[in-house]
Nanobody
Framework: QVQLVESGGVLVQPGESLRLSCSVSVSIRSINAMAWYRQAPGKERELVAT??????TNYVDSEGRFTISRDNAKNTVTLQMNSLKPEDTAVYYC??????????????WGQGTQVTVSS
């Protein structure tokens, strides 16, 4: 079983930066894609950024403020968030997608970490 644990969520002021970390229980080299999602109160969970095993990244409405990266040696995926805005307030979830022969797709989720941006 793949386990994901997020950390780094905290209360910050608008305009400040924050780095979230996702620790993965298995080698992320075996994971097809890692992603960060977020869910604000009363809203649907939405995709923030993805990174494939090949290093390809994709961002959704980050306005260039977010950067997703991976550390294969440490089996971690991070989300660097700069110039945070109140609308960034949400629970941020780490996600792993594994596609195996079959074909079959497996999706794993972390427990989430709360990010609050408020003055």
């Amino acid at each position: 079983q793949v386990q994901l644990v997020e950390s780094g969520g905290v209360l910050v002021q608008p305009g400040e930066s924050l780095r979230l970390s996702c620790s993965v229980s298995v080698s992320i080299r075996s994971i097809n894609a890692m992603a960060w999602y977020r869910q604000a109160p009363g809203k649907e969970r939405e995709l923030v950024a993805t990174i494939t095993s090949g290093g390809t990244t994709n961002y959704v409405d980050s306005e260039g403020r977010f950067t997703i990266s991976r550390d294969n040696a440490k089996n971690t995926v991070t989300l660097q968030m700069n110039s945070l805005k109140p609308e960034d307030t949400a629970v941020y979830y780490c996600n792993a997608e594994l596609i195996v022969v079959g074909p079959r797709r497996y999706v794993y989720w972390g427990q989430g970490t709360q990010v609050t941006v408020s003055s």
